[in-house]
T-cell receptor, first 116, second 110 residues
Framework: DTEVTQTPKHLVMGMTNKKSLKCEQHMGHRAMYWYKQKAKKPPELMFV???????INESVPSRFSPECPNSSLLNLHLHALQPEDSALYLCASSHRLAGGTQETQYFGPGTRLLVL | QQPVQSPQAVILREGEDAVINCSSS?????VHWYRQKHGEAPVFLMI?????EQKGHEKISASFNEKKQQSSLYLTASQLSYSGTYFC???????????FGRGTQLTVWP
């Protein structure tokens, strides 16, 4: 089973709202990732967690706040977003950190976010 | 460090072959190929680790030339289901970071 689940599937929020995206995997993976993807563009890495500790923050604005409460769960807290933050937000996981290794990242279906 | 993919777009008839290339100016430790259909998540196809390694998945295979810092994805006897955007992701020395190319949009017509 290589399933990563994400909720909600769609989210519409105003610029003053606070919302959270949720990602879950039960594959025993210890690395989890948040990506942002705009239409017709590749996924852009935002955050990487390894063993529940933040490993990479790609200089993401503080209005995005990640959280990894346990090894199966990854949240992305959103506050005071801008319309340009509208995008598909993808979560991924791998056994350990991927990159220059044999580890494969498995993506969830994503949350389509619209900021009004 | 974003790899360069070519071509940007390919249009095929069912049964035709295609090649998608991915090259990098930096040393490559791994190449990951994904396919993404419209409105869906990227789906993992294969990973290549060693120089010269070739992998296959049904009628889709790939090669990795470490010296030339490039990889190619080969789609033979294409099917309608192959339509989508293909991304290569390259791994360097920094664990946790994959750099994705801009993608190649493949359309297969009946």
């Amino acid at each position: 089973d290589t399933e990563v689940t994400q909720t909600p599937k769609h989210l519409v929020m105003g610029m003053t709202n606070k919302k959270s995206l949720k990602c879950e995997q039960h594959m025993g993976h210890r690395a989890m990732y948040w990506y942002k993807q705009k239409a017709k563009k590749p996924p852009e890495l935002m955050f990487v967690y390894s063993y529940e500790k933040l490993s990479i923050n790609e200089s993401v604005p503080s209005r995005f706040s990640p959280e990894c409460p346990n090894s199966s769960l990854l949240n992305l807290h959103l506050h005071a977003l801008q319309p340009e933050d509208s995008a598909l937000y993808l979560c991924a996981s791998s056994h350990r950190l991927a990159g220059g290794t044999q580890e494969t990242q498995y993506f969830g279906p994503g949350t389509r976010l619209l900021v009004l | 460090q974003q790899p360069v993919q070519s071509p940007q777009a390919v249009i095929l008839r069912e049964g035709e072959d295609a090649v998608i290339n991915c090259s990098s100016s930096k040393a490559l430790y791994s190449v990951h190929w994904y396919r993404q259909k419209h409105g869906e998540a990227p789906v993992f196809l294969m990973i290549l680790l060693k120089g010269g390694e070739q992998k296959g998945h049904e009628k889709i295979s790939a090669s990795f030339n470490e010296k030339k810092q490039q990889s190619s994805l080969y789609l033979t006897a294409s099917q309608l289901s192959y339509s989508g955007t293909y991304f290569c992701g390259t791994g360097g020395s920094t664990l946790g970071r994959l750099y994705f190319g801009r993608g190649t949009q493949l359309t297969v017509w009946p």
